[in-house]
């Protein structure tokens, strides 16, 4: 069956620093990857969308990779501020990209 | 904002009652989708509809049904609910954008609670 995994349930960085999460998938074929962020009492947040076909998409100080051979995408946050601890998450979706397959996130805390 | 509101917000029942929650959006969306949010196993989706009267099942649909008679609502049914039904439910559009792309927009989320 299709699994997404986020390996860090929880990850601690320094303000400043520049934070990497990291979602790993088997059993799956996405043609688009997304991640999202999510506050606390709140509905997940859309950031950034991927296909297949790229390698890396950038959005101000987030950058996104995907590498469909190592079945991994990777999501960064340069210069981290506090305002970035939440919970982010990534989704796959196949070539129709209507319906979403979510991992289970990984809570970012910036210290500062 | 997608102009997204679930109701109700907050709610407790008791095992056996029958529960609705109802999701509405403003702008027209073909695509509507319903999830619960649990610790331990994130999002996962329980009915999706992609048009009025059109839906079907996602990966925890086994006792929930949904309904959608007009585009702009879209209903979820726990028929007799049950304490693992507690949960935190949102209801999602999917948006298109100028990239020819879509993602999903959520509403702020609706916390059931079975006793």
């Known amino acids: 069956s299709q699994k997404i995994e986020q390996n860090s349930e929880a990850l601690n960085i320094q303000e400043g620093k520049t934070a990497t999460l990291t979602c790993n998938y088997t059993?799956?074929?996405?043609?688009?990857l997304q991640w999202y962020r999510q506050d606390p009492g709140r509905g997940p947040v859309f950031l950034l969308l991927?296909?297949?076909?790229?390698k890396e998409k950038r959005k101000e100080r987030l950058k996104v990779t995907f590498d469909t051979t190592l079945k991994q995408s990777l999501f960064h946050i340069t210069a981290s501020q506090p305002a970035d601890s939440a919970t982010y998450l990534c989704?796959?979706?196949?070539?129709?990209?209507?319906?979403?397959?979510f991992g289970k996130g990984t809570l970012l805390t910036v210290n500062p | 904002d997608a102009g997204i509101t679930q109701s109700p917000r907050h709610k407790v029942t008791e095992t056996g009652t029958p529960v609705t929650l109802r999701c509405h959006q403003t702008?027209?969306?073909?695509?509507m989708y319903w999830y619960r949010q649990d610790p331990g196993h994130g999002l996962r989706l329980i009915h999706y509809?992609?048009?009025?009267?059109?839906?079907d099942k996602g990966e925890v649909s086994d006792g929930y049904s949904v309904s959608r008679s007009k585009t702009e609502d879209f209903l979820l049914t726990l028929e007799s609910a049950t304490s693992s039904q507690t949960s935190v439910y949102f209801c999602?559009?999917?948006?298109?954008?100028?990239?020819?792309?879509?993602?999903?927009?959520f509403g702020p989320g609706t916390r059931l609670t079975v006793t």
């Open positions: 999602a559009i999917r948006r298109g954008r100028d990239t020819g792309e879509y993602e999903q927009y």
């Open positions: 702008e027209n969306h073909r695509y």
């Open positions: 509809s992609y048009g009025v009267k059109d839906t």
């Open positions: 989704a796959l979706s196949g070539g129709s990209n209507y319906k979403l397959t």
């Open positions: 059993n799956y074929s996405p043609a688009y």
């Open positions: 991927i296909r297949e076909n790229e």
